[in-house]
């Protein structure tokens, strides 16, 4: 391409050149968005640009190459002039000599991307600046390099004389040497001349020192500026992480360490690095993993019996909170059921594991909108007194405290009418004569039970009478003589139960009595 270049939504695969770009070289202008470059190559001994060659402009976006491979260098794209990169993805791309991804010999711009299982048998197994006859300039931000391995040195890139390497916000992780070829190792980046690498995550807290020249030994170091690299933090809301209750765990990479200071500084800047924390606890459950978001990932966690260390592990780096252990308890309570106004407390008893009395301790209950919190006496126990109408009551139950083992329960409580009796005796009246029913109501308690209305049914006919202060009601019988049932009934009231009972009424004929 020597014009103008575009493509959308396409899949570049198997493709072959012998020299320059195994699917595209381009002198113009190039934009490449939402494509696949997929095992593309180059067959020269001396070529370049597994995947793409740029003498042009060019801009790539949302694009993954997968397994694009070049024998010399560059497996997916040689860049000769100016070249940015936004969200790419470059997975598994190798050489058989340097830059397993990308050779830059102008500038170039890489933001928001990802380099990871790239190879290359010498140096450089994501990027390549190599000496160019031009000042050569790459930028690289918000991206992660992982797992990318070479055969002597550079793991990630190598920057050579007169080339200029910024990276900012990155993830330099888990990358190796194999040193299939012997001699030092010179660590993820080896450098020659101007670099800044700043504020980017090494997969580690401390660091080793990660910056050599492998082809001086008497570089300017002031030109390579590594001294502030992002640190992982882990935090819990409670500071230390409690049993019982939500803990809010936060791991985070929005603090730098200053290397000149030896300080740790905030940082503000937006972090867009997805990288994945594992939370997992001593008993080896994993409890989630979760990618962070602008720098930070956060769980809510309520910690099991068994756990005692809960760690986060970001990378490379494991950091731990220890879990405050508390002493076990038990709390003991029933449901219950009383009649309303019975002098009946609702007890409940708090002891440790061992059935020992728990002195002295706060119990809190929700009890028919009422709150109480109330302390524990000599025996471990404390008692609501329970002034409440007739119906169903639920008495949430809770006990929270430092040393001891929190606990909840939901108590039943039914609150039932009062039962009622009928006392009355069967009665023997002679016909009209003034000897009347006496009827008599009384409680659960046997106390009268004054101002209720009493019926009693006879003869097919029902008549109603109120208790008196003792309780009772009287009712004539102005039957005919003969015997007679009699159904005595209560039909109870919104706080009493209903009662009867039933009687015989034996009405005789009058008395004759001789005048003499």
């Not at 190796?176 to 504020?199: F, H, P, V």
């Not at 765990?249 to 867009?272: A, M, P, Q, S």
Request: hydrophobic share 35%; with cysteine; charged share 20%.
């Amino acid at each position: 391409n020597m014009g103008k270049l575009s493509l959308i939504e396409s899949d570049i695969i198997n493709n072959t050149a012998v020299q320059y770009g195994g699917a595209i070289y381009s002198a113009g202008i190039t934009n490449i968005e939402n494509s696949y470059f997929t095992e593309n190559h180059i067959t020269a001994e001396k070529g370049v640009g597994g995947a793409i060659a740029c003498g042009g402009i060019a801009s790539i976006s949302n694009t993954l190459f997968l397994k694009n491979y070049a024998i010399y260098s560059a497996g997916a794209i040689l860049n000769l002039a100016n070249a940015t990169l936004n969200n790419c993805s470059f997975i598994n791309q190798t050489t058989e000599y340097t830059g397993g991804a990308i050779s830059n010999h102008n500038y170039m711009v890489i933001n928001n991307s990802i380099f990871s299982g790239g190879y290359s048998r010498f140096y450089a197994a994501a990027i390549l600046a190599p000496p160019s006859g031009q000042h050569v300039v790459t930028e690289v931000y918000n991206t992660i390099f992982e797992k990318n391995y070479v055969g002597a040195h550079g793991a990630v890139s190598n920057n050579f004389k007169d080339t200029e390497l910024k990276m900012e916000n990155c993830a330099i992780v888990g990358n190796y040497i194999l040193l299939e070829q012997g001699g030092k190792i010179y660590g993820d980046i080896a450098l020659d001349d101007n670099a800044s690498t700043l504020y980017c995550w090494w997969g580690q807290n401390e660091i080793s020192p990660y910056y050599y020249s492998p082809h001086s030994e008497t570089y300017e170091s002031w030109k390579i500026n590594a001294s502030k690299w992002l640190v992982m933090e882990f935090t819990s809301s409670n500071e230390i992480i409690k049993q019982d209750v939500n803990n809010v765990l936060n791991v985070n990479i929005k603090h730098y360490f200053d290397n000149e200071t030896k300080e740790i500084y905030d940082y503000d800047e937006d972090i867009n690095l997805p990288l994945t924390v594992k939370f997992y606890t001593n008993t080896g459950q994993t409890i989630a993993e979760v990618e962070l978001v602008n720098g930070s990932a956060s769980i809510n966690y309520i910690p099991a019996n068994n756990v005692k260390t809960v760690y986060a592990k970001l990378s490379n780096q494991t950091i731990e909170i220890s879990v405050k252990q508390k002493n076990e308890s038990k709390l003991i309570a029933s449901d219950l059921s009383k009649y309303y106004k019975e002098n009946k407390d609702l007890e409940i008893k708090l002891t440790d594991n061992n059935n020992n009395p728990l002195y002295n301790k706060t119990v809190k209950i929700l009890l028919n909108g009422k709150e109480y919190n109330l302390a524990t006496n000599n025996n471990g126990i404390v008692k609501v007194p329970l002034d409440l109408n007739i119906g169903t009551y639920t008495a949430k139950i809770s006990f929270d405290d430092e040393e001891y083992r929190n606990q909840n329960k939901n108590v039943k409580i039914t609150v039932l009418k009062n039962k009622t009796s009928i006392k009355a005796s069967n009665l023997v009246k002679y016909y009209k004569n003034s000897t009347k029913l006496s009827v008599k109501l009384l409680d659960n308690n046997k106390k009268p039970l004054k101002s209720k209305t009493v019926k009693i049914r006879i003869a097919g006919k029902t008549y109603s009478k109120t208790t008196n202060s003792k309780g009772i009601a009287t009712f004539a019988i102005n039957q005919k003589v003969g015997t007679y049932s009699v159904k005595i009934s209560f039909n109870g009231d919104k706080t009493y139960q209903s009662s009867s009972k039933t009687i015989k009424v034996y009405v005789k004929s009058a008395k004759l009595t001789t005048k003499t």
